[in-house]
């Protein structure tokens, strides 16, 4: 019995010192996680149920040159419902009142609401959704709500601010208007000037009432977001309204996968309207690439101003040099270049084959002068040294890459010269051909093209962008004055006659380029293309319409399909920014002037109805005279009178008719 007693003391007492054990250990484990690691759990634990929130800047607001809105942010606001914070005094006293008001805002039944909260109230819901993606104006009518009123703790409501990016112009600029968005590549003005836009994100806390739901808590630790600044750019949007359009009725016509349309102010380089418009699977066109920048492509006949400048600051022709058109077809290694018009034009000089666009002619001028591989360096490089081998360095991203093949490259060959001299087997984007054509409007000064002024926080500058030259000179005073002529007269009585008006002047060139030739199984598609400026005589803006692969049945040429599009946004435009000349007049007579009045004055005093004697006499003088003794008069020539075809002192009967001719 002893023993047995003995035995199960023994067992107690082991028992014993093991609960003690796990005592002890249960003690050290609560003083070393009290006191030792206490900050580290304290912190796990705060983390469970409180989290840091950012709080998202206004991106600032992107602006034409105007001042009209191109992008802008705007708060929307999500309500929810606290039922637990009101006490149940107020929410008895309030809720009937609070869903009358809910429901006459919201427009759906008072009972609606009624039902809506009494059950979240049961059911401790401390996140109901009451409505989102209210403005300001709303959010501001329903927190002064019954029972909101009393705030956060003591009505309940839980405001969630969301800031969302909207584009006053809608598709109209998408592409280049642009966006910038988390896990996407920045695109347009948008991503380009993020830095900007932006702004400085805020900070506040969050506490978790449930699972995955979190409830905004104001306090000290709060940090305010800081604004984005507000970028101005070159772009006009009623250019841009009127580059759109005409595009878009052209692209629709002709049923053309895509096209693009760039205005820009020659003296700065400003962009003040890029439009482009892709065909989507629906058949309706959309602002879908930034094919102006992006797309590079073989730029056809365009290309023939490039090659005539390189000629002509090379002095290898003149404009009076003759070249024969053979038929309108002519060989290089088995390749056929031809005219479009068939049989060819005759021997023509150079200015006259790009008044046509004579493929056979413009080639001929480029071999017949740059034979050889040292040869046709030269005239490569020439291309180079006008910039046509660069990038823009545009602030967009996404230029594509111009490419001018060089004899030293391995995949030159013996027909890369002559196609490269009527714009094949060359890169250029609509924007990099742009700026050559600005250039020759400038009188030489290559131009990088802009698209923003500058920077401001509110009415405070924060940087500003100005004129950036590229080259200071493509080519001589001597060159720009002769093509200057040539591009005038591709309207006035070359390819582009049809675009040729009396009222107001342009000067450019037609393109009409085959793509995709490569593949003999492919029906033949073409690239239209116009590129030049207006007014011819004073250019002030300088414009390229670029238009791929429209209905052939419908029609391809340049002239036909893109030239129009050109014509509608130069009218259009100058109409709505007339150019005025202001000439000063002359303070003080000069003296040619004054014997010129003197003579008019005697004449007309001295004349009854006999023919005066009207040589040396200014041609608008010798008419006033001859039709107030009632006679027609008729002109031959300008300046002053030199002959008369009635002597001096015939008598005049009326109608007679008078021929002067002038000096």
């Avoid at 023993?3 to 082991?14: A, D, G, M, P, V």
């Avoid at 009393?150 to 966006?179: D, S, W």
Wanted: aromatic share 8%; net charge positive; proline share 4%.
């Amino acid at each position: 019995m002893a023993t047995t007693e003995k035995s199960i003391l023994n067992r107690i007492y082991i028992v014993g010192a093991v609960l003690l054990v796990i005592a002890l250990g249960i003690v050290v484990k609560i003083i070393n996680i009290q006191f030792v690691d206490g900050d580290k759990y304290r912190a796990k634990a705060e983390q469970r149920i409180f989290k840091n929130d950012t709080i998202p800047a206004n991106r600032g607001n992107l602006y034409d040159a105007n001042g009209q809105l191109l992008a802008t942010s705007i708060s929307k606001y999500d309500i929810r419902f606290d039922a637990i914070a009101p006490s149940e005094a107020d929410f008895n006293e309030y809720i009937g009142a609070l869903s009358d008001s809910l429901s006459r805002k919201l427009n759906r039944p008072k009972s609606y609401f009624t039902k809506k909260l009494r059950a979240a109230r049961n059911n401790r819901n401390r996140y109901l959704l009451i409505t989102k993606n209210l403005n300001y104006s709303d959010y501001i009518q329903i927190k002064s709500f019954p029972l909101f009123r009393k705030g956060p703790y003591r009505g309940g409501i839980i405001v969630e601010q969301r800031v969302v990016r909207e584009h006053p112009l809608g598709k109209m600029a998408e592409r280049i208007v642009g966006y910038d968005r988390p896990g996407s590549a920045p695109v347009g003005l948008e991503g380009a000037f993020s830095q900007h836009l932006r702004g400085s994100n805020g900070v506040r806390q969050k506490q978790k009432i449930s699972q995955n739901q979190w409830k905004p808590i104001s306090g000290a630790n709060e940090i305010e977001p800081q604004d984005g600044y507000d970028v101005y750019t070159t772009i006009d949007v009623n250019m841009q309204d009127v580059a759109h359009h005409a595009l878009l009725e052209q692209l629709e016509y002709f049923k053309a996968e895509h096209g693009t349309a760039v205005v820009m102010e020659v003296a700065t380089g400003e962009i003040k309207a890029l439009s482009n418009l892709g065909r989507g699977e629906s058949g309706k066109y959309f602002e879908k690439r930034n094919y102006a920048v992006w797309e590079s492509h073989e730029p056809g006949s365009t290309f023939k101003l490039m090659s005539v400048v390189a000629a002509l600051e090379d002095k290898v022709v003149d404009t009076s040099t003759i070249f024969d058109t053979r038929g309108g077809k002519i060989s290089y290694y088995g390749r056929d270049v031809k005219d479009s018009k068939y049989g060819g034009y005759g021997k023509i000089s150079v200015a006259r084959a790009f008044e046509v666009s004579s493929n056979t002619a413009l080639v001929q001028m480029i071999t017949d002068n740059y034979k050889g591989k040292d040869q046709s360096a030269r005239y490569v490089d020439r291309l180079y040294s006008m910039g046509l081998n660069k990038r823009l360095d545009l602030s967009i991203t996404g230029e594509g890459i111009p490419r001018i093949p060089h004899p030293e490259d391995k995949h030159w060959s013996g027909t890369s010269l002559p196609w490269m001299a009527f714009g094949y087997g060359v890169h250029l984007t609509p924007l990099q051909t742009l700026t050559f054509y600005n250039a020759i409007a400038n009188n030489g000064v290559m131009v990088k093209p802009r698209l923003i002024r500058e920077v401001r926080s509110k009415d405070q500058l924060i940087e500003r962008f100005d004129r950036s030259i590229l080259n200071p000179s493509i080519c001589s005073q001597e060159t720009v004055d002769k093509v200057k002529v040539m591009m005038e007269n591709v309207v006035k009585r070359g390819t582009a006659d049809n675009l040729f008006s009396e009222s107001f002047s342009m000067a450019g060139k037609t393109g009409t380029c085959q793509t995709g030739y490569g593949d003999k199984n492919k029906k033949l598609e073409y690239i239209a293309s116009f590129a030049g400026y207006f007014p011819a005589d004073k250019p002030k803006y300088s414009c390229i319409v670029v238009i791929h692969k429209p209905n052939t049945a419908k029609g391809y040429y340049g002239n036909i399909v893109a030239g129009p599009v050109f014509k509608k946004i130069a009218q259009k435009i100058y109409a709505n920014n007339p150019m005025l000349d202001e000439v000063p007049l002359p303070q003080i007579a000069t003296t040619d002037i004054i014997k010129s009045q003197e003579a008019f004055y005697s004449q007309a005093q001295s004349t009854s109805n006999k023919i005066p004697n009207l040589k040396g006499m200014d041609a608008m003088d010798a008419i006033t005279l001859l039709e107030n003794l009632g006679a027609k008069v008729m002109l031959k020539g300008k300046g002053k009178v030199k002959e008369q075809s009635a002597a001096p002192g015939t008598r005049v009967k009326t109608n007679d008719q008078i021929t002067l001719t002038l000096s």
